[in-house]
């Protein structure tokens, strides 16, 4: 098994940063790819980053494009969300995802680890 952990949420004004934290442990050769997904109140939650083992290959969603940054640091068994540009549609739970496949995915069933989420709230 892989438990994961999420930090660095918080509350931040529109065009403030953060980024978020995903400590994994326990078995965690067996989760390759990582990805963050977000959901906001009453609605679906989405996928929103992705990357691979190595961190050769990464998987943006279309509204965080450019302002977004998803990276790893495989020896602290670590996935990093860095949010830039951070605006009030922004907000939601965001959670850390783990599969086994190192192969990019979007959709939240492909996942098989996930963390209990932490909260990002953006005021205007």
């Known amino acids: 098994q892989v438990q994961l952990v999420e930090s660095g949420g918080g509350s931040v004004q529109a065009g403030d940063s953060l980024r978020l934290s995903c400590a994994a442990s326990?078995?965690?050769?067996?989760?390759?790819?990582m990805a963050w997904f977000r959901q906001a109140p009453g609605k679906e939650r989405e996928f929103v980053a992705a990357?691979?083992?190595?961190?050769?290959?990464?998987l943006y969603t279309d509204p965080v494009k450019g302002r977004f940054t998803i990276s790893r640091d495989n020896a602290k068994n670590t996935v990093y969300l860095q949010m830039n540009g951070l605006k009030p549609e922004d907000t939601a739970v965001y959670y850390c995802?783990?599969?086994?496949?190192?192969?990019?995915?979007?959709?939240?069933?492909?996942?098989?680890?996930w963390g209990q989420g932490t909260q990002v709230t953006v005021t205007s």
């Open positions: 326990g078995r965690t050769f067996s989760s390759r790819s």
């Open positions: 990357i691979n083992w190595s961190g050769s290959r990464t």
């Open positions: 995802a783990g599969r086994i496949s190192d192969v990019l995915a979007t959709r939240k069933n492909a996942y098989e680890y």
